[in-house]
């Protein structure tokens, strides 16, 4: 077999209790063939990375509106470098400042998606920045 | 299947050699190799191969319990439940836990995991979604082999869940060597416990939502209908009745012998042999040397200058003549 589907994990840090948005990436992404992992609401970073490792995600999603995001995201990336999962490709959705995302950038989160980002740009961004793995 | 490729691995030119020191690292502990490892198995990767050749010898501890039921029967949370209560006497547990792939885009949606977060940071748990991918039964065709890995990795349990199933699915029962079977109070139990289908192959039934009106009575029908069954009553969501589920488990797993349990393992054991066998026929047929001959037999099949028997037996000349090393394994 020379071709897999890619594994999303979609994940919700923080307390807010709004997770409309990731259900319908998580399902749009399945439809875009993707393998998705839906872990749920008021995810520690301790689960999230857990949840990625165990899981061997190619990519990890982290959908935020609490505002918390400069504080949740940053502590992911962390635990997840620290977990070796440094070839997992870190992306964000959701209400986040402009301001904000540079530095959630230098973080390791490599793409934030506003509101209005539809699933297929999404999908073609996944697609095209996911590190090949054997 | 819009381009969602992964080129295969870069990290290693010799997938057997990356498969063997997948495989060690996993059972020294490293939790990162292991995630790895399943991964090459799902995919049927060379790099599985090898590390199956180590791991099988090294499996064959654990109990391996296959939790089926209709959709929102409970089956996550009754599984979290029953880590928790596996955890709580010392013992460890993998789950695997298998969701349907979209046929259309190939995809999936594996959301079991949702129910299981209680357990980050504990290395005595160790969760793994897995899609279907096309195959039907409620597993996927893989789900065997990374339950082994499961098993030599050092796990008390391996806890494998099925897709909400229907009535058919009840291949699971040939992957575990116990079958826990999932009802919800008040379904029409009476008239299933009479059609074949899942209840057939439980050897323990668990009529979770035990909180609902209904569920002792669902019980004592099924009891009464299927004698030697043993049928619990559980609240998977409070914890009530799991832990005299984990004992049942228990009982059951230290019968196995005696009531032929080792006899579902030998028929697990020929039926992945007999799969392997068939897809490595498949593969010497359609290599290189006999290609061109194996194509020629299938296109005459095709245009009715042939009958598929007699196809069948010409395929088996050409097994027997081709290669040198005996692909047919006779001494």
Known sequence: MTERPIKVLIAKPGLDGHDRGAKVLARGLRDE?????????RQTPEMIATAALQEDADVVGLSILSGAHLTLLPRIT?????????DVLVVAGGIIPDDDVAVLREAGVVA??????????????????????D | MAGRAIAPGSSSPDPSARGTELAESALAGD??????LLTAVENRSPAAESALRLLHPLAGRAHLVGITGAPGSGKSTLVAA????????????????VDPSWPISGGALLGDRVRMQAFAGDDGVFIRSMASRGHAGGLATTTTAAATVLDAAGFDLVLIETVGTGQSEVEVAAAA???????????????QAIKAGLLEVADVIAVNKGDRPGAQRT????????????????????GEGVRELLAALDRRRAALPAIGGDGSRRARAAALVWALLGDRVRERLTGP???????????AVAAHALDPYAAADRLMKALVTTGDDNPVGRP
């Open chain 1, 33 to 41: 063939g993707f393998e998705v992992v839906y872990t749920g609401l």
């Open chain 1, 78 to 86: 962390a635990l997840l470098r620290a977990k070796g999962l440094d």
């Open chain 1, 112 to 133: 934030v998606f506003g509101p209005g980002t539809t699933i297929g740009e999404t999908a073609a961004f996944i697609r095209a920045n996911v590190r090949p793995r």
């Open chain 2, 31 to 36: 939790r990162r190799a292991l995630a790895r």
């Open chain 2, 82 to 97: 029953l880590v928790a209560e596996v955890r709580r006497a010392g013992r460890t547990a993998a789950v695997v836990a």
């Open chain 2, 177 to 191: 060597d116990t079958t826990v079977v999932l009802e919800a109070p008040e379904m029409g139990d009476e008239i």
């Open chain 2, 219 to 238: 019980a004592s029908q099924l009891r009464a209908m299927l004698a030697g069954v043993e049928v619990l009553v559980t609240t998977a969501t409070t």
């Open chain 2, 289 to 299: 040397e006999p290609g061109a001959e194996t194509a020629a037999v299938l296109d």
